[in-house]
């Protein structure tokens, strides 16, 4: 994770996360099958982790709707995605990105995970969705 908090350089910068964990294989394979594994289940019905968030403070997570707007994102409800929680497609990209990177042989993937932080460098995407999810958990708090 040292990538994560200080330096550019080859390792990864600080605004690197879909780069991190594209060249951090292991890591990125272990967190993309779990969350798949999670999403199959509750596609099934089976809600297995209730949010510990809302169930101690009454309030929503910046989560709380995720996997249901991910189902609803897959039959193309858009008006259900959006109410349920709107930042439902952009972690869907965000782990398509992922999956992509992990799944390329080694040269490929580590010319791609490169190429993808530099543009996450250059974007900022990570602050920018911290923020926007800040300011939506906020305002369903309202």
Not at 25 to 39: D, E, I, N, T
Not at 49 to 72: E, H, I, K, Q, Y
Not at 97 to 111: K, N
Request: with cysteine; glycine share 12%.
């Amino acid at each position: 994770m040292v990538g994560l908090a200080n330096k550019s350089n080859e390792s990864g910068g600080r605004w690197e996360l879909a780069a991190y964990l594209v060249r951090e294989r292991k890591l990125g394979v272990a967190m993309l099958g779990g969350g798949l594994l999670y999403f199959a289940i509750a596609a099934c019905g089976v809600n297995l982790l209730p949010c510990p968030f809302l169930n101690v403070t009454g309030l929503p997570c910046p989560g709380c709707g995720m996997t249901r707007a991910s189902l609803a994102l897959l039959r193309g409800d858009w008006a259900e995605v959006w109410h349920l929680n709107p930042f439902g497609p952009v972690f869907a990209v965000f782990w398509v990105v992922v999956g992509i990177g992990v799944a390329l042989p080694q040269p490929s993937r580590a010319r791609y995970a490169e190429r993808l932080g530099r543009i996450e460098q250059r974007t900022r995407w990570v602050a920018w969705v911290a923020c926007g999810l800040a300011i939506y958990t906020l305002t369903r708090w309202i």
